[in-house]
RNA sequence: GGCGCAUUCGUCUAGGGGUCUAGGACGCCGCCCUCUCACGGCGGAAACCCGGGUUCGAAUCCCGGUUGCGCUACCA
């Protein structure tokens, strides 16, 4: 399927580093283009200065290349000026053209007088109601806001919210929402302080130059999108306004509201796909990359959180969500965010892989410990660990009694597993291994089974003593797994060490 | 407070008038497998927010309420 009309943009604020509800918008939109053979563009929102933070934008490249999401158009391959703070004359124009039409009107009051006015008038609202008594060019006389003008007074440009008007904005997710322009306040829409225009200006321009078909952006636009359809219809572009879908929110695991950074630190998870320190306070956030997590895991996790396919299928890869992602298929209530299942899809995603594609993981951890073993016996040693980590970090704990003799014996497993007639049994184990020469898993098996039949031995208080001998607590894969790995040598000197210890 | 959106197991969700004694997944519990821990298999507890309608019949449609969330900035 192609349309080449089909044009979405994922408009991230450089104010932080990308929030995991920000990376799933941008995942939906990227499905929605991909799926209807439409572009991606990335347009960077830095119309307020005072919020930039240095940084922000390259992470938010950074952590959607990580994921695979890619752009069409946009920074990030280098194309023209998507950011707002380089696109000022443009927006100027149409703030003169909404001026002209007497669509919005200059407002000189200061930051100031409109906390005192709010203070001292509840419910304030800069609008049909009021604006008669702020000072403002609908006020003041045509010389007077020329005087102003003239000496440099700061201004803004505000809409003109004609009252008592029905607004309907189609979403594609929720249907038909109307509200009514009497709650809408006269919104700044431009700002003579930094020459720059607002969210909801640049928003709707830039939509309309990029030539938008569809706005897919989260719930908590809603709101003000009766405001942008008004904007469009004031600058004569409402035949060509894009469609809007309202995505539902990612909200916090427990309790109520929005998923926020501060629940990543409480609850000892990430909200952020990549670690970030912040510049100027040198805060550390921890992200889903350094935590150990695949992308692709990350990916199939956040797409189910509101999206789901036509029957119970769970896993995709990402080719499989392009294809099965709709719109229609999104659900309308906010989805709390659970961790649990996040750490499940990553422990699936790591045993489906091959021992081939995790060695190198795991090469770097075994070195970091000081570990140097044959590749093939690394490679073994992950098939028979995989099943048991979620991350690859759990690989070492989970794996190093291949390549480390035990230094202690868990006390617990110890007193659970080393019985009274154990240090005798683990001595004739020891003669009876002594006499293998074939060490395979097969036949190593096979020797010392006989060998428990014949003495009519309890092959469980055997075996467990043994494990406690080789490996040092009572878990891991099955023993010949283990011995045969490690070699004859190697497990007749961990066995006479723990007898001689355990002993 | 005002306005809007939402409301199915603890969580993510399926469901779009009869097929629902409501399905799947995570988590939880039990059993099996078994030398342990896992993996795997099997099974279990667990939900239609409430009240009115409409209809022969409602989880599904309508209205009201509850509750949750969002917005209400010269932030996005």
Redesign the pocket.
């Known amino acids: 399927m192609s349309n080449t009309n089909i044009r979405v943009r994922f ?3 450089p ?1 932080g580093p990308l929030h995991i509800g920000g990376v799933r918008t941008a995942l939906y939109n990227y499905l929605f283009a991909k799926k209807n053979g439409g572009k991606m563009i990335l347009r960077i ?1 830095d ?2 200065s ?2 930039f933070v240095p940084g922000a934008e390259a992470y938010i490249i950074e952590a959607l290349t990580w994921l695979g999401i890619r752009f069409d158009e946009g920074i990030a391959n280098g194309a023209a000026t998507c950011r707002q703070s380089e696109r000022k004359p443009i927006y100027r124009k149409y703030v003169d053209q909404l001026l002209q039409d007497g669509h919005a009107y200059i ?5 100031e ?2 906390e005192a006015k ?1 203070q001292s008038t509840p ?4 609008d049909a109601r009021t604006r008669g008594d702020m000072v403002n060019s609908l006020t003041l006389s045509k010389e007077e806001v020329q005087t102003r003008l003239d000496r440099g007074d ?3 440009v505000r809409i003109l919210i004609e009252p008592g008007r029905d607004i309907t904005v189609d979403d594609l ?8 322009s009497n ?1 809408l ?1 006269d ?2 829409l431009y ?3 930094d020459n ?5 200006l ?2 709707i321009v830039d939509d309309h130059l990029m030539e938008i078909s569809h706005v897919i952006r989260g ?6 999108a009766p405001l942008h359809v008004l904007l469009y219809r004031y600058l004569g572009w409402e035949d060509s306004m894009p469609r809007f879908a ?1 995505l ?2 990612l ?1 916090k ?1 427990e ?4 998923l926020s950074k501060r629940d990543g630190d409480r609850l000892g998870f990430p909200v952020f796909p990549l670690d970030w320190t912040d510049p100027k306070t040198g805060e550390k956030s921890s992200g889903y990359r350094e935590a150990g997590y695949f992308p692709e895991a990350v990916v199939n996790f956040l797409a ?5 396919a ?1 029957d ?1 299928k ?1 896993f995709f890869t990402m080719d499989e969500l392009i294809r099965e992602f709709s719109l ?2 999104v ?8 961790y ?2 996040g ?2 899809f990553n ?2 995603y790591l ?1 489906n892989k091959s021992a081939e594609e995790l060695y190198p993981h795991v090469q770097h951890i075994l070195e970091e410990h000081g570990v140097d073993a044959p590749k093939q016996q690394v490679l073994t040693a992950i098939d028979l660990t995989k ?2 980590c979620t991350f690859v970090a759990d690989f070492w704990e ?1 794996m190093h009694f291949f390549f480390v003799a035990p230094q202690t014996y868990d006390e617990k ?1 110890r007193q659970k597993r080393w019985k009274e007639d154990s240090p005798r049994e683990m001595r004739e184990l020891y003669t009876v291994l002594e006499g293998i020469d074939d060490f395979s898993i097969e036949h190593s ?1 096979q020797t010392v089974m006989a060998w428990i039949n014949a003495q009519g031995y309890h ?2 208080n ?3 003593a ?2 406690l001998c080789i ?1 040092g607590e ?8 283990i011995t045969s790995l490690i070699g004859k040598e190697e497990t007749l000197r961990r066995l006479k060490k723990a007898i001689e210890t355990l002993s």
């Open positions: 408009a991230p604020s104010t929102e119309t307020d005072n919020r407002a000189f009051d200061t930051p007088e409109l709010r419910n304030f609202q800069y700061n201004y803004v997710i929720r249907g038909q929402v109307t509200i009514n709650i306040d919104k700044v700002k003579s302080a720059l225009p607002t969210y909801h640049a928003n719930e908590e636009w809603l709101p003000s309202h539902p929110l909200l695991p309790g109520n509201g929005k189910l959180l509101g999206w789901h036509t119970d769970e229609d298929r659900s309308k209530s906010g989805a709390k965010f659970d649990e299942k750490k499940w422990h699936q045993m099943g048991r989970h497993t098996e092959t469980g055997i075996m467990n043994f494990r490996v009572g878990k891991g894969p099955h023993m010949f797994d």
